[in-house]
């Protein structure tokens, strides 16, 4: 798909009178930082390009927004990208990395704390003190399980 996304948007006709400019530099920069981020190693160049790529990225996206396609950009996967140069500075390349593990932790957690609720119509304010007396718990049985 991503060989022939590019392709396909270019002479795209946009409504409005949008030109394509700004969603052609959107989609080949997210495309770029997801190639570069998959290098199986990294200098400072290369992390100064996939930089550049989110930077670029985030720069471009609200034509989205201008075209009526998203009304936001509270992604958990686009925040992410913010931080992908540092963990790569901070623990290596990126390789075989996947968030399915973190994804399904937050569905667990969510659903729990949810039932634990009265589903009333303060219940995420229920949910979330659910969910950090169940973190001090946590906390407090690695103490324990450490003496």
């Excluded at 290596?92 to 039932?115: C, M, P, Q, S, V």
Aim: with cysteine; hydrophobic share 40%; charged share 25%.
């Amino acid at each position: 798909v991503c060989r022939i996304i590019l392709g396909i948007i270019v002479d795209l006709p946009l409504p409005g009178g949008f030109g394509p400019t700004r969603l052609i530099r959107c989609v080949r920069a997210i495309l770029d930082a997801f190639y570069i981020a998959q290098y199986p190693a990294h200098t400072t160049e290369t992390l100064r390009y996939l930089r550049a790529a989110i930077d670029l990225f985030h720069e471009n996206k609200s034509i989205f927004i201008d075209l009526g396609i998203r009304t936001h950009f509270n992604i958990p996967k686009l925040h992410s990208l913010q931080h992908y140069v540092p963990s790569i500075e901070w623990f290596g390349t990126t390789d075989n990395f996947d968030t399915a593990y973190f994804e399904r932790l937050h569905i667990d957690w969510t659903k729990d704390a949810y039932r634990a609720t009265n589903k009333k119509s303060n219940y995420m304010d229920q949910m979330v003190t659910w969910v950090l007396r169940r973190e001090k718990i946590m906390r407090h049985l690695d103490f324990v399980n450490w003496r």
